[in-house]
């Protein structure tokens, strides 16, 4: 079955950096783009950042493009999310999401807290 597990959230400040990693298993990984969601407090889920299942083509939402980085290693199962500059407002549980194109398919999430 499939199994997605996200880690590496936190707590940073302003203009910090952190990276997240979901690790995939139960599917052929390489086979499939993979895609990063976020959740705040009262607000509905959000894309964040797709990744084809080659690497080679991306997609980001407006409001993190130039600051976060998708990217993926077919060997290792893992997609990562490096996320600099880092804002309040990128507070939110961030999920790993099967598919370039939305599934329900979830890790449990991890928290990313910024401060001001």
């Known amino acids: 079955q499939v199994q997605l597990v996200e880690s590496g959230g936190g707590l940073v400040q302003a203009g910090g950096s952190l990276r997240l990693s979901c690790a995939a298993s139960?599917?052929?990984?390489?086979?499939?783009?993979m895609s990063w969601y976020r959740q705040a407090p009262g607000k509905e889920r959000e894309l964040v950042a797709r990744?084809?299942?080659?690497?080679?083509?991306?997609d980001y939402a407006n409001s993190v493009k130039g600051r976060f980085t998708i990217s993926r290693d077919n060997a290792k199962n893992t997609v990562y999310l490096q996320m600099n500059s880092l804002k309040p407002e990128d507070t939110a549980v961030y999920y790993c999401?099967?598919?370039?194109?939305?599934?329900?398919?979830w890790g449990q999430g991890t928290q990313v807290t910024v401060s001001s």
């Open positions: 999401n099967l598919g370039w194109s939305l599934t329900n398919s």
């Open positions: 139960g599917f052929t990984f390489s086979s499939y783009g």
């Open positions: 990744i084809r299942s080659s690497g080679i083509i991306t």
